[in-house]
């Protein structure tokens, strides 16, 4: 990946930007110029899309002047380097015509339209992730495969990443939101999960990600046990291909996301076998943790470039990331809920924690979720505004387009996902 040069050990976001953006600016202008020379970038067009077919466009490389005027294109409309004056109001949907016709419409949900995913990538990566889950990892008995399958792994990898340079740089993130999914479901939910017992085993997995460091006698026991259920192979064999892709700074901050994400299985388990249900504020804490941020995170990886260590630890990029993963989450909550009322027992959701606690209809209780979500969403878009105006560092705004188009493609995934979801009839 190109070396972002140094970064300050301590600063604020000014500072941080200050000390870093000389390089950058000066990196950016050196491309800019070398472009106009006919000089092409060695990663500019993927490598790996199969030759019969037209590569995709490479990612525009902006002169300076371009880069400080902000970012544009798919989902960056809360970018700008100025504040954002007005937002949609929250009872207004998207334009039905800007869905694919056979979408599911969550009437006055606040969301943005994606393109097509090209459907070459698609293809490509839904044929190498089930090969790496049959083959690789053997992640699936053949009943499941169904399943699998109307996962659509292909599809929502290629709508929230629509810049990867390569195939493989899309399989990083397939590879972890399948090995993700498998610990989600063998071990918290109704695919052989359960609370009881759930903290040992999450620890043992994350022992896949963030190696043991133990003595000569034990560690070849400890890693044996990563090939003892699917759930350890995924995340150990997902890990192996990341950390080829990422630097050490890319790979140690996804591992922080993932004990985040354990922290939140942890929570909500406690709450079921106590058969507490929280207060909405104490829910959406648990959803904070327990949400989609390890996926936005790494875009930086699956960009092909990277958002230096300082830059992401800044508060108001770790405001950015949190506020993009609950707005995604909630996304989840909405599109799945008749699929978890329809499972045993009691799942979980914003709407139903709405109605119980705020003594809300299940209809009432589900469009009130709308607002919340909406909520976020423009929360999310203003601090993403905020921060872009206030380090308009190229690194940083491309960081942040990437997160605003991966926050769009999740919702286009869970959308367009009619294997999987269904709406309520509320309307």
């Given at each position: 990946?190109?070396?972002?040069?140094?970064?300050?050990?301590?600063?604020?976001?000014?500072?941080?930007?200050a000390h870093f953006g000389t390089h950058v600016?000066?990196?950016?202008?050196?491309?800019?110029?070398?472009?106009?020379?006919?000089?092409?970038?060695?990663?500019?067009?993927?490598?790996?899309?199969?030759?019969?077919?037209?590569?995709?466009?490479?990612?525009?490389?902006?002169?300076?002047?371009?880069?400080?005027?902000?970012?544009?294109?798919?989902?960056t409309a809360g970018l700008s380097l100025v504040?954002?004056?007005?937002?949609?109001?929250?009872?207004?949907?998207?334009?039905?015509?800007?869905?694919?016709?056979?979408?599911?419409?969550?009437?006055?949900?606040?969301?943005?339209?994606?393109?097509?995913?090209?459907?070459?990538?698609?293809?490509?990566?839904?044929?190498?992730?089930?090969?790496?889950?049959?083959?690789?990892?053997?992640?699936?008995?053949e009943d499941w495969e169904g399943d699998f399958?109307?996962?659509?792994?292909?599809?929502?990898?290629?709508?929230?990443?629509?810049?990867?340079?390569?195939?493989?740089?899309?399989?990083?993130?397939?590879?972890?939101?399948?090995?993700?999914?498998?610990?989600?479901?063998?071990?918290?939910?109704?695919?052989?999960?359960?609370?009881?017992?759930?903290?040992?085993?999450?620890?043992?997995?994350?022992?896949?990600?963030?190696?043991?460091?133990?003595?000569?006698?034990?560690?070849?026991?400890?890693?044996?046990?990563?090939?003892?259920?699917?759930?350890?192979?995924?995340?150990?064999?997902?890990?192996?291909?990341?950390?080829?892709?990422?630097?050490?700074?890319?790979?140690?901050?996804?591992?922080?996301?993932?004990?985040?994400?354990?922290?939140?299985?942890?929570?909500?388990?406690?709450?079921?076998?106590?058969?507490?249900?929280?207060?909405?504020?104490?829910?959406?804490?648990?959803?904070?943790?327990?949400?989609?941020?390890?996926?936005?995170?790494?875009?930086?990886?699956?960009?092909?470039?990277?958002?230096?260590?300082?830059?992401?630890?800044?508060?108001?990029?770790?405001?950015?990331?949190?506020?993009?993963?609950?707005?995604?989450?909630?996304?989840?909550?909405?599109?799945?809920?008749?699929?978890?009322?329809?499972?045993?027992?009691?799942?979980?959701?914003?709407?139903?924690?709405?109605?119980?606690?705020?003594?809300?209809?299940?209809?009432?209780?589900?469009?009130?979720?709308?607002?919340?979500?909406?909520?976020?969403?423009?929360?999310?878009?203003?601090?993403?505004?905020?921060?872009?105006?206030?380090?308009?560092?190229?690194?940083?705004?491309?960081?942040?387009?990437?997160?605003?188009?991966?926050?769009?493609?999740?919702?286009?995934?869970?959308?367009?996902?009619?294997?999987?979801?269904?709406?309520?009839?509320?309307?």
């Open positions: 990946m190109p070396d972002p040069g140094p970064s300050p050990l301590q600063s604020s976001l000014p500072g941080a930007a600016l000066a990196a950016a202008a050196a491309r800019a110029e070398a472009e106009a020379l006919g000089l092409a970038h060695p990663q500019a067009v993927p490598t790996d899309v199969p030759a019969a077919v037209p590569a995709a466009e490479p990612a525009a490389r902006p002169d300076v002047a371009r880069i400080l005027g902000g970012p544009t294109g798919l989902g504040p954002r004056g007005e937002f949609p109001r929250a009872t207004s949907p998207a334009p039905p015509a800007a869905a694919p016709a056979d979408a599911l419409i969550i009437p006055g949900l606040y969301w943005h339209p994606v393109p097509e995913p090209d459907p070459v990538r698609v293809e490509e990566v839904s044929l190498r992730i089930k090969s790496w889950a049959l083959d690789e990892i053997q992640l699936y008995p399958d109307g996962f659509h792994v292909g599809r929502y990898m290629v709508a929230c990443h629509p810049d990867a340079p390569t195939i493989e740089h899309l399989m990083v993130a397939a590879r972890l939101m399948v090995a993700e999914n498998a610990v989600d479901d063998c071990y918290c939910e109704d695919l052989g999960g359960s609370p009881v017992g759930l903290g040992g085993r999450l620890l043992l997995a994350h022992t896949a990600l963030d190696p043991l460091h133990s003595t000569a006698e034990y560690q070849p026991v400890w890693a044996e046990s990563l090939h003892a259920d699917a759930p350890r192979r995924s995340y150990r064999s997902a890990m192996e291909y990341f950390v080829r892709l990422a630097t050490p700074s890319q790979a140690d901050r996804f591992r922080h996301d993932m004990a985040r994400l354990h922290m939140g299985y942890l929570a909500e388990a406690a709450w079921d076998e106590t058969n507490h249900v929280p207060e909405v504020w104490e829910y959406l804490a648990m959803r904070q943790f327990n949400n989609f941020r390890p996926c936005p995170t790494i875009t930086d990886t699956v960009g092909g470039y990277e958002l230096p260590a300082d830059l992401h630890a800044q508060p108001a990029m770790q405001r950015v990331l949190a506020l993009a993963g609950n707005a995604s989450t909630i996304v989840n909550d909405l599109y799945s809920y008749t699929k978890e009322l329809a499972s045993p027992g009691r799942h979980m959701n914003l709407p139903v924690v709405l109605a119980e606690r705020e003594s809300l209809s299940e209809k009432d209780a589900y469009l009130k979720a709308i607002e919340v979500h909406n909520d976020l969403m423009r929360d999310f878009e203003a601090a993403s505004a905020e921060l872009a105006a206030a380090c308009p560092v190229p690194t940083v705004l491309r960081f942040l387009r990437g997160v605003a188009v991966w926050v769009d493609g999740n919702h286009y995934w869970h959308q367009t996902n009619t294997y999987r979801y269904s709406l309520p009839d509320f309307w």
